[in-house]
């Protein structure tokens, strides 16, 4: 799973350091010149796309856990395997959880705060404790690009761990099926 992680991360903070980098290039994005709302439009599309890339490279982590997670509960039942491979993966998955949910929450708080900021949005959101709307977009932008990058540190630790007991569940089963004179593939 780690070849799969590791691509998807890579483009996933590429695509979100892109849209950083696209709205730190508006000045003013009110000034109704077409070149800079051309910007305000590449600025909300790449951040669109950086969300919905972003949140799926988290669902598949979060599914990857859920489907090995499953299998090796119902293999160590099956081959009566030792509960701490079980335990290790439940151990994993549960470290993991907590980060992407606050990473979600951070990239649905960045993106609809980005929103408040754009003039032609009918919601408005000037300020807020000393700081202008786009100054705290900027902000939140940034600890959503680092709580990103953090999580996905933390999520290829917790994946490599993962896929080294499920081949320790698989080479037990091999032992089992070999010691019982079963077929081993």
Request: glycine share 6%; net charge neutral.
């Amino acid at each position: 799973m780690t070849r799969i992680f590791l691509p998807l991360s890579i483009v996933s903070t590429i695509f979100l350091v892109a849209a950083f980098l696209l709205g730190v290039q508006i000045d003013d994005p009110t000034v109704l010149n077409r070149a800079v709302q051309a910007g305000v439009s590449a600025h909300f599309l790449t951040a669109l796309a950086a969300l919905c890339f972003t949140t799926l490279v988290h669902a598949v982590v979060l599914t990857y856990f859920m489907g090995t997670g499953r299998w090796i509960e119902e293999t160590s039942q099956a081959y009566r395997l030792p509960a701490t491979f079980f335990a290790e993966n439940q151990s994993l998955k549960y470290r993991v959880v907590p980060a992407i949910v606050g990473c979600f929450a951070l990239l649905l708080v960045t993106g609809g705060l980005g929103a408040a900021v754009d003039p032609a949005s009918p919601v408005q959101f000037d300020s807020w404790l000393g700081l202008s709307a786009p100054m705290w977009h900027r902000v939140l932008a940034i600890v959503t690009l680092v709580a990103n990058v953090a999580a996905h540190y933390g999520e290829y630790l917790a994946l490599f761990r993962n896929g080294e007991v499920v081949e320790a569940v698989l080479a037990e089963v091999r032992r089992i099926r070999l010691e019982k004179g079963l077929a081993v593939e």
